[in-house]
């Protein structure tokens, strides 16, 4: 059979344009997420010509601009409060020269992938080496190095400083470097990183310690610090024998229905149990509080988010068990997520939520659909602007479904209210995108958040 002729070819393509059409839409800016590896221990661009070429070729699309991590481990990498930025600073003068803007992460936290490794400073190392409890802790006494306890905000235990004092100190030091950026209003948002991946959420479900999923994950608070402050919260309402973290509450790899705490009638209903996940999750927010608080005298004026992950399986069980132990005290009967929003709020902060667009199915009580509205409506009602990003590139997920379903999260049409994301953040950034057929469905993605429309040589080029 002879391929279609590219007449045949534009009809079949428009025709599916024409069921996902957003052409007059409200322009949302797209950003792509650059990878890990661009910027090297020891703080130097590792390829720069390469990359330039790379963002040459995004800007030739419109992209708005680039996402871009400053990782902790790699600037405070040897001695406390000896920053070098030396690498960030020649990445951002070719991200200017191009005309592209920055959304800047603060990444606190250590990150892996198949290839590269980004540990947290060396010097917080030989102190978690000594003490290990600055980290977060499981009821095994299993430690998570990925990112410090949220007990030690307060605490000075890092060489005479807190975690919090820790962080600003940081921030101020990117903004002392970088003031230029600022004055130029260059940089469009700064990302607080504030847990585990960058999120504001607990490191409940740890690969390294064999955490699979559709697993429930496990609490995090067994370091001494955080078990100082349950046993003080309980003893503040009378009921000292409370300040224990639950017992029944499973392993990395359980379902609810295999738990005593978290089972359909379990002990997350019970008056301990409630008070119980109100500490552990307002310990998030007060957390979260804490941070953005300091990076408001950082950074001013200059707007901020924060990213959530949709912990979307089991959320049509009762207890919603993994958004639980993550820190989210959302459930049936509850709105976990309002506080967060709250939070977020008064600082000012966008909702830069994370949930996938492609998702297992497995268990039957998955709703990935009904958790991202539930979370982006919480803010919209809180009028706090709300980005979004996908889960996985969507070339290795048929692209053009996976890429439909983030506009139809990006702009609801069958809202009641017209709503829209104010930012897409495109994670997945490398060489196979720019591939001709990956990269021709990430153009026409581009011109669909921004509401335009798609012309033919789009469709076939």
Known sequence: ?????????????????????????????????????????????????????????????????????????????????????????????????????????????????????????????????????????????????????????????????????????????????????????????????LGACGELRYPSNPAKRGWKYPGIGEFQCYDKYLRKCLEEAAKAIGLPKWGNPPEGAGSYNSQPVETDFFCYHGEYRTPYGRFFLKWYSQYLIDHGDRVLAKAKLAFGDVPLSVKLLGMYWWYESASHAPELTAGYYNWANRDGYAPIVSMLKRHEATLNFACAEHYIVWPTDVDPEGLFWQVLNAAWDANIPVASENALPCYELNGSNGYNKLLEHAKPRNFPVPRHISAFNYVGFNQALLEQVNFREFRRFVKRMHGEAVQYEDLLN
Not at 22 to 36: M, S
């Open 1 to 193: 059979m002879s391929p279609p002729s590219p007449l045949r070819r534009y009809n079949n393509l428009l025709h599916e344009q024409n069921a996902w059409d957003f052409t007059g839409t409200p322009y949302v800016p797209v950003y792509v997420k650059l990878p890990l590896g661009i910027i090297n221990m020891e703080c130097e661009l590792v390829d720069p010509d390469g990359l330039r070429k790379q963002l040459e070729t995004l800007k030739s699309i419109d992209v708005d601009g680039v996402m871009v991590d400053t990782w902790w481990g790699i600037v405070e990498a040897n001695d406390p409060q000896q920053y070098n930025w030396k690498g960030y600073k020649q990445l951002f003068s070719i991200v200017r020269e191009l005309g592209l803007r920055l959304q800047v992460v603060m990444s606190f936290h250590e990150s892996r992938d198949d290839d590269v490794c980004i540990p947290l400073p060396k010097w917080i190392i030989e102190i978690g080496k000594e003490n290990p409890d600055i980290y977060f802790t499981d009821r095994h006494g299993n430690r998570n190095t990925e990112c410090l306890t949220w007990g030690i905000d307060e605490e000075p235990v890092l060489r005479g400083r807190t975690a919090v004092q820790v962080y600003f100190e940081y921030m101020q030091s990117f903004r002392d470097e970088f003031s230029e950026l600022f004055n130029t209003r260059s940089i469009s948002k700064i990302q607080i990183g």
